[in-house]
C-alpha cells in the first residue's frame, strides 16, 4: 500500500543550528501535504503546508521544500531553540479524498544545548 | 479558549467495558475526524465526518461507534474493549473537505485497557 516517511528517527541538533526533517512519500496522487509538530502529551499542531504546484513554502522560521520528482518533503527549522524540541509528522493528502491526511512516522528533533 | 476540546484526557477501563470520548470544537468548521496514535507513535485516520455526515470510515471494526450531534461535536463510543484498543485517540477539525485546509487537533485521550 501507499506509505509515508519511513521509521521513527531522532535528530539531534544544537541550539541555534539549522534543522533539516525529511519525509519520503510514495503517492504521485498527493496535492497537499502538511508539516506537523507533536510536543509530548499534546496534539500534532499545524507548522506548514504546501501544495503539489510549489516546490517551497516559507513560515516564520520554517521553510518547507517539495520535491516530485523524487517525492520527497523536508522541513527547515533555522536557528533551532529548545522549544522546538518534539517529533515532527509530515502528511499528505490524495487528490479527491474528501480530506483524508496520510501521515508519516515522525522524526524526534532533539535540540542540544 | 481552547480550539478542539477533548474529553476525558485519560481513560483507563477493563477489558469487555463500553466506553465514550467526547469532541468539541469552537472553530465553526465543517469536517471533524477521529485519529488513532498507537505506542509507536503512529497516527491513522479511523473516521470523518461533514456536516453531521460520514465521510470516511478507515475499515474500522464496527464495535466503535462515532456520532455526530451537531458539525461542532463528534462523539466516539466504543463497545467491549479489546488490549488492542490501548492508544491515543485524537479529534481534529478542519474548515471543510477541501483539500488545502489544515486540520486542527485536540490534545488526545489516552485510553489504557487494563
Known amino acids: 500500500g501507499e506509505s509515508v516517511g519511513l521509521h521513527l528517527p531522532t535528530l539531534s541538533v544544537q541550539e541555534g543550528d539549522n534543522s533539516i526533517i525529511n519525509c519520503a512519500y510514495s503517492n504521485s496522487a498527493s496535492d497537499y501535504f502538511i508539516w506537523y509538530k507533536q510536543e509530548s502529551g499534546k496534539g500534532p499542531q499545524f507548522i506548514i503546508d504546501i501544495r503539489s504546484n510549489m516546490d517551497k513554502r516559507q513560515g516564520q522560521r520554517v521553510t518547507v521544500l517539495l520535491n516530485k520528482t523524487v517525492k520527497h518533503l523536508s522541513l527547515q527549522i533555522a536557528a533551532t531553540q529548545p522549544g522546538d524540541s518534539a517529533v515532527y509528522f509530515c502528511?499528505?493528502?490524495?487528490?479527491?479524498?474528501?480530506?483524508?491526511?496520510?501521515f508519516g512516522t515522525g522524526t524526534r528533533l532533539q535540540v542540544t544545548l | 479558549d481552547t480550539a478542539v476540546s477533548q474529553t476525558p484526557k485519560y481513560l483507563v477501563t477493563q477489558m469487555g467495558n463500553d466506553k465514550s470520548i467526547k469532541c468539541e470544537q469552537n472553530l465553526g468548521h465543517d469536517t471533524m475526524y477521529w485519529y488513532k496514535q498507537d505506542s509507536k507513535k503512529f497516527l491513522k485516520i479511523m473516521f470523518s465526518?461533514?456536516?453531521?455526515?460520514?465521510?470516511i470510515n478507515e475499515t474500522v471494526p464496527n464495535r466503535f461507534s462515532p456520532k455526530s450531534p451537531d458539525k461542532a461535536h463528534l462523539n466516539l463510543h466504543i463497545n467491549s474493549l479489546e488490549l488492542g484498543d490501548s492508544a491515543v485517540y485524537f479529534c481534529?477539525?478542519?474548515?471543510?473537505?477541501?483539500?488545502?485546509?489544515?486540520?486542527?487537533f485536540g490534545d488526545g485521550t489516552r485510553l489504557s485497557i487494563l
Open positions: 502528511a499528505e493528502n490524495e487528490a479527491g479524498t474528501a480530506s483524508k491526511l496520510t
Open positions: 465526518y461533514n456536516n453531521k455526515e460520514l465521510i
Open positions: 481534529a477539525s478542519s474548515q471543510d473537505l477541501t483539500a488545502g485546509n489544515p486540520q486542527h
